[in-house]
């Protein structure tokens, strides 16, 4: 990545964060100046007075025409779920910020071999079956990575195709201040020998989609490679 190209990247993630901030910050202030209001809600809802204007209005009791939907059964149910949602995640915003993040860049790397994609999958020195991948390195971006660690352990030199990514985040035992962002792009190559980085690989090998399927240790090889597989051949 050029000079450049890093400063108009930060740019825009500098004007898209400010609006995003102003907007929450602005719809916060709304959200503390009704938290009387939903607490009067909140204590009404379920209250033998809610009961009472509930029973009249299923007798038809009340003014025809009169907004009831405070008496239905859902409204208030769910806009104190939708509350509670909210601040979960609220609080699992502030904890992720808390969080430092461990990010790598990969792809999940295919070719075609008379009309059926096969997949490079690789095995680590620790057995673990995945994708080829590594960390990203100063101003590089994240397909700069991509590209850079898939020659660096497969020895391809690969296409990335447009439209696809998708991340996996978890954590890291024995780490619990650490996140693992792991972002992956569907690439593709095809006339070319794979030679495996022996330092870090004990195989790499070309597998069909159940193949692959059946290897994994982790669900989230699994999910990564379903999506790619249902974009190849939506």
Known sequence: MTQIENITQMENRLNALRSVIDELTAAAEKYAALQPDFDLLSEYYGSKLWFKDFDDSNAGKLPEGLPCGVLSEDAVYDLIGDNNAMIDTLQEILRKSEMSYEISCGAVVFTRIEGEIK??????????????????E???????????????????????????????????PNKPEIIKRCIYFAAEYSGQEIQRQDEELSEALLMSYDEAMGVFQFESSRRILKEVNDFLTK
């Open 119 to 136: 997949y490079v999958i690789i095995r680590s020195n620790e057995g673990w079956y995945g994708f080829p991948k590594g960390h990203t």
């Open 138 to 172: 100063e101003l590089e971006s994240e397909e700069e990575t991509a590209l850079r660690e898939i020659l660096e352990e497969t020895g391809l030199k690969v296409t990335l195709l447009p439209g696809f990514k998708t991340v996996d985040e978890h954590g890291i």
